[in-house]
């Protein structure tokens, strides 16, 4: 069987940038475990998959290890794919997916995401998390991940990660936001995952369903402008929505291929 598969760069207007992710156009969903190994082979932190479902799109996505719950950057590509590459016609796409339907509107070469809110509550870190921090967060909070919160932008771009520490705690499936206000943006954070082939993630749209309701509550501003100031950068634009989150960014094609199987 030959299957298509293309790398998106998503959160980003130029190839390099931005968080890279596989997306899988499938027929009918394979096995879970084929699904995984797909994903490993494919060595990207998520791959897509998606299956027409009448006027639905059913996504799924994969790291090399597990699949998640809700990943932002692989819908953002999945959906950059049927817009650019598979002629989808509608500026709306329904995706039906584990976190419920996420609706993702196509405005030029925005793609502007509604995913559930999910504001995180004060909480206390695990010691190992915390002595593998070269920098100490000023505070604490937890929804599916942890967020700490620091004093600065320089907090958050010059943190060391002890991966040796760090790797003994299984935050299955979420992990760890460090954030602060940004020097050129209203806040700017990293996200790491304990345990996985690829420890810092470059962006994370579904960490900002907790950044985005956490920071328009302490800025008191519904909409505002994120960056996750990994190497590679995201540009995340955020609206808060009481219940739900407006994800928005680009995305621009890397690679289109073709791979086999038996």
Known sequence: MTYNFYQIDAFTNKVFGGNPACVVPLDAWLTDDILLKIAKENA???????????????????TPEIEMDLCGHATLAAAHCLKTILDYKSDKIVFETLSGDLTVFIDNEMYKMDFPARMPLADTLPEVIENSLSIKPKEVLKSRDYVLVYENESDIRNIKINRQLFDQINLDPGGVIITAVGDNSDFVSRFFTPQASILEDPVTGSAHCSLIPFWAKRLNKNKLYALQISERVGKLFCEYKGDRVIISGQAKTYSVGKFYMD
């Open 44 to 62: 990207v932190a998520e791959t897509a998959f998606f299956v027409q479902k009448g006027d639905k799109i059913h996504l799924r996505w994969f």
